[in-house]
T-cell receptor
Framework: RKEVEQDPGPFNVPEGATVAFNCTYS??????FFWYRQDCRKEPKLLMS???SGNEDGRFTAQLNRASQYISLLIRDSKLSDSATYLC?????????FGTGTQLKVEL | NAGVTQTPKFRILKIGQSMTLQCAQD?????MYWYRQDPGMGLKLIYY???????DKGEVPNGYNVSRSTTEDFPLRLELAAPSQTSVYFC??????????FGDGTRLSIL
């Protein structure tokens, strides 16, 4: 089993839709959790950290479920500019482990 | 505020040549990392460093070497370039459990 797993997609959604991605992790000792956004041929950029109680940043909501060992990202009112690959990352101590990413395509 | 700076941005090498990918950060981060990302794939950790003078292997270290003589710089060396090393290389830096910050990458082709 991979340490961090994501559905590769693509998720094709109409503009204005709500879409959610999950990311499962196998290391129960993981202490930190993040969502990154990566545009085609660009570097990953931090979208948001994921906190135990869940957190929101505008149209984006992240949640952590330690019991089931997954994190989620919810995007409301999708924009064309949200089209990208979303990487989850988990870690503890020195390193992060990244998922392979979920591709989102927002269409007119 | 430069963040993480990688040079060069693009490079074409012949098989068997060597080169050094440069990475510098100005955020005073202790931790630095080198990843490679093949087309349509995830990030794979090559090497990382938790401070000056300390380096450790990641998931795919074969064919690469690193050094960390200062907090700011973390160069990645390819000694005998092979076609399998064609990839996009990202350097990142961070602090403990905080998120990592990435440079904009070096696109390397080996022919």
């Amino acid at each position: 089993r991979k340490e961090v797993e994501q559905d590769p997609g693509p998720f094709n959604v109409p503009e204005g839709a709500t879409v959610a991605f999950n990311c499962t992790y196998s290391n129960s000792a993981s202490q930190s959790f993040f969502w990154y956004r990566q545009d085609c041929r660009k570097e990953p950029k931090l979208l948001m950290s994921v906190y135990s109680s869940g957190n929101e940043d505008g149209r984006f909501t992240a949640q952590l479920n330690r019991a089931s060992q997954y994190i989620s990202l919810l995007i409301r009112d999708s924009k064309l500019s949200d089209s990208a690959t979303y990487l989850c990352a988990t870690g503890g101590g020195n390193k992060l482990t990244f998922g392979t990413g979920t591709q989102l395509k927002v269409e007119l | 505020n430069a963040g993480v700076t990688q040079t060069p941005k693009f490079r074409i090498l012949k098989i068997g040549q060597s080169m050094t990918l440069q990475c510098a950060q100005d955020m005073n981060h202790n931790y630095m990392y080198w990843y490679r990302q093949d087309p349509g794939m995830g990030l794979k950790l090559i090497y990382y460093s938790v401070g000056a003078g300390i380096t450790d292997k990641g998931e795919v270290p074969n064919g690469y070497n690193v050094s960390r003589s200062t907090t700011e710089d973390f160069p990645l060396r390819l000694e005998l370039a092979a076609p399998s090393q064609t990839s996009v290389y990202f350097c990142a830096s961070g602090v403990g459990n905080q998120p990592q910050h990435f440079g904009d990458g070096t696109r390397l082709s080996i022919l």
